[in-house]
């Protein structure tokens, strides 16, 4: 392999995931100049494009299907920033779900146009679907939740809170786990209430648009990495994709800079920063951090703040199933949940301009990663069939299925995760697993990225 000349950079950034790109853009605007490296072909890590290996509507799909909530204010605020307009990449619509079952009840919770949270308790009050005394303990717990400022003393499972508010096994199955899988995509028999609660509180608490659902009119590339990265290039600093990181160190001649080690095709580089930031999933960082030399420092998670921070991340995985039916059908909502069945939540995506198709999320583990792709699609289909009327045949479906999609947003989960700034100088870590007390979302991304921004900045306001 060749190595090629060490090259200098004000700022590293090692992955141009959401979080890489947020923390970039945000350096970019402040008068950095910054380099991002990035493993893969693309960017946006697990929230880009791929190739649909069947296409009829489209040749892309989303490595996964995202929505977002009105609350994600760090993602709209940073699409602003890049000069991208709400209207033009994204669809608004009051929170309205919709909830089949094959053999239960179809439940449906539409907020009302009332300040937050009365709009959520009167449409709690005029769920279809539920007995009175269903709607009262969701009432009660709502109002509880309200007056205890949405935080408790002891972390907790979310099935320990519901179940300490009297919630049944219905309103459980239909409403709750669904919202739970939805947002921490962690079973309710082990997520953090507490985390659980922050979602709420964002979204229920504030004011009623902090509840909106937000639909994407393009796919993730399109949409925001592709911009993202145009903003960066325009502004003086640059991407290199497909450039693994192999080693970071400090630089034996000047302690306070590092050395970035990379392999690209056949050939090594190799940069210097005094600020690296590595925005890369749990599991790639904490491999790393293993690379990492020091004559000055103890090389392991000791590093991390604070000092009982750790990288032993469990993670749970994301199934999304892409069904393609005739450019001629659509779905009855924009968005469709589904509970006691194996699909949670089927979105329409003729937003995104391809007619006919339908994307099927299906969050945390379950039985239906043992059924081959073939046996999956079947089955969903017949699930979608028997609420859908006059659903017409399935043309070809496509499935991608990530292992390691999120981290497992566990009871007290929060106490486990590291700040931004690490014990050496000028070596940050972003990602949404770092303390952003916000689950693996592409918000908890961009908060991530933008704090590990402010860390810098504020360091160079003290230079």
């Known amino acids: 392999m ?5 090259q200098n950079s004000e700022v590293i950034i090692i992955g141009a995931g959401w979080s890489g790109l947020a923390c970039a853009i945000t350096l970019v605007k402040q008068g950095f100049t910054v380099r991002l490296l990035e493993s893969a072909q693309q960017t ?9 290996k069947h296409f009829l509507s489209s ?20 699409f602003k920033e890049i000069g991208l307009s709400e209207k033009d990449i994204l669809e608004r619509q009051p929170l309205e779900l919709n909830l089949f079952s094959t053999k239960q009840p179809f439940i449906q919770l539409k907020t009302k146009n009332y300040p937050a949270p009365l709009h959520l308790l009167f449409g709690f009050m005029s769920m279809q679907g539920l007995t009175l005394n269903e709607r009262f303990k969701i009432i009660s717990m709502a109002l509880h939740l309200e007056i205890t400022c949405y935080k408790l003393k002891n972390d907790i499972s979310v099935k320990q809170l519901l179940n300490k508010h009297s919630q049944s096994t219905k309103i459980i199955n239909a409403l709750w786990e669904p919202l739970c899988l939805a947002t921490l995509n962690t079973p309710i028999e082990y997520a953090s209430a507490q985390v659980f609660l922050k979602v709420l509180k964002d979204s229920f608490s504030k004011k009623n648009h902090d509840s909106d659902l937000l639909f994407f009119r393009q796919d993730l590339s399109q949409l925001f990495c592709l911009p993202a990265g145009d903003f960066i290039n ?14 970071v160190q400090t630089d034996p001649v000047e302690s306070n800079q590092f050395i970035i080690q990379t392999r690209k095709q056949s050939k090594k580089h190799s940069y210097k920063s005094k600020q690296v930031v590595i925005a890369t999933p749990a599991y790639i960082t904490k491999t790393l951090i293993r690379t990492f030399s020091s004559h000055k420092h103890t090389v392991n998670e000791s590093l991390l703040k604070p000092a009982n921070a750790s990288l032993n991340y469990q993670y749970e995985p994301i199934c999304t199933v892409y069904l393609q039916y005739p450019s001629t059908f659509s779905l009855a909502h924009r968005m469709m949940g589904f509970y006691n069945t194996t699909a949670q939540w089927v979105i329409d995506r003729s937003l995104t301009n391809q007619p006919g198709l339908i994307a099927v999320v299906i969050s945390g583990p379950g039985l239906h990663s043992r059924l081959s792709h073939q046996q999956l699609s079947e089955n969903i289909h017949q699930e979608l069939s028997t609420c859908i009327s006059n659903l017409p045949d399935l043309l070809s479906y496509q499935i991608i299925i990530e292992k390691r999609a999120t981290f497992s947003c566990r009871v007290n989960i929060d106490q486990q995760r590291p700040q931004n ?3 050496i100088p ?12 916000y689950p693996s979302t592409l918000e908890g991304a961009i908060r991530s990225g933008q704090s590990a921004a402010r860390q810098i900045m504020e360091k160079r306001s003290h230079e």
């Open 421 to 423: 700034k690490t014990q």
């Open 426 to 437: 000028g070596l940050y870590l972003a990602g949404d697993y770092t303390n952003t007390h």
């Open 234 to 247: 325009r502004n003086g600093s640059s991407i290199h994709c497909e450039e693994k990181v192999i080693a």
């Open 59 to 78: 040749e892309t799909i989303d490595n996964g299907q995202h929505i977002m909530l009105g609350a994600y204010h760090s993602t709209l605020s940073l």
């Open 44 to 52: 946006g890590g697990r929230a880009r494009q791929v190739q649909f």
């Open 2 to 6: 060749k190595l090629t000349q060490t």
